[in-house]
């Protein structure tokens, strides 16, 4: 006799690619409940500042997710042969984490399994592959309309500070040396995908880094063949979104540099 079983405490993930979890419901709303500690923001918004900087992915509380029966699915498969999938009701925050690895700054997020979702948040009409926006209401912010994260030649791409700092003072390698970055990723000890892309502007003669010099530097320096970046071509998305991620207007970039007149501090 077959016996199905479902996956051992040891075997489930204690996280998944957001592009893994299913949304429960056709559509939400585009701002937080006032009590769920996000300020009434809309999801765009929030979005906008974790891209920026003001906000930490990791300050999001974890969704809540059930795995479920799907022959459907091409998740997991459990013992006996039972297909699965993972399905949340935190649809707001899924529908962040969900534009966060398609632009390259999430991989993967740590999640609660629960046993219930109330059948009021189920409405999804594509098996939660995506979710639209109540009323067709603006979701906020810009960063949702970035282009998907692509690879290019470093080499192709123009500096916009003359002078960069060796040190990082932000990010996952805050307090890091450039170089030391260079020598891990020369030594292969540090896979490229684990940098998070550069953005850059494209406009008719060439591609200059708005945010992401010091990375640029570090490709650049160990010959990298290829960066991951946001290559914005809308000069109103940059004319938004750059005072508040740089504090400079693309205005304000009226000269850039290649490698060989860089100077580094």
Known sequence: MEVSLSLSENTKPSKLRPSDICFSQK????????????????????LDDIMEGRLSMTLLPEISLKQEEDEETDGDILVGGKKTRW????NRRLWIFRHLERLGRCKEISFQEVSYIDSMKRSSENRGVSVGIKDDAEPG??????????????????F????????????????????TLVNEL???????????????????????VIDGNRRL?????????????????DRKFLDNTMPRMIG????????????TEVITE
């Not at 960063?143 to 994260?149: G, I, M, N, Q, R």
């Not at 700092?165 to 996952?172: K, L």
């Open 87 to 90: 399905i949340t009701a935190d």
């Open 27 to 46: 559509v939400v709303y585009h701002r937080f409940r006032r009590r769920s500690g996000h300020g009434h923001m809309t999801i765009g918004d929030t």
């Open 186 to 208: 020369v030594s292969e000890n540090l896979e490229c995908r684990n940098i998070p892309p550069i953005v850059v502007w494209q406009d008719e003669t060439a591609m200059s």
């Open 248 to 259: 400079k207007s693309l205005n304000d970039l009226s000269s850039v540099y290649d490698h």
């Open 217 to 233: 530097w570090a490709f650049q320096k160990s010959t990298k063949s290829e960066i991951a970046a946001i290559v914005i071509e």
């Open 160 to 179: 916009t500070k003359d002078v960069i700092p060796m040190t990082f003072s932000s990010g996952d390698h805050s307090g890091v040396n450039v170089r």
């Open 141 to 158: 912010g810009y960063w949702h309309k970035a282009p998907d994260v692509t690879h290019i030649d470093p080499m192709s791409v123009k």
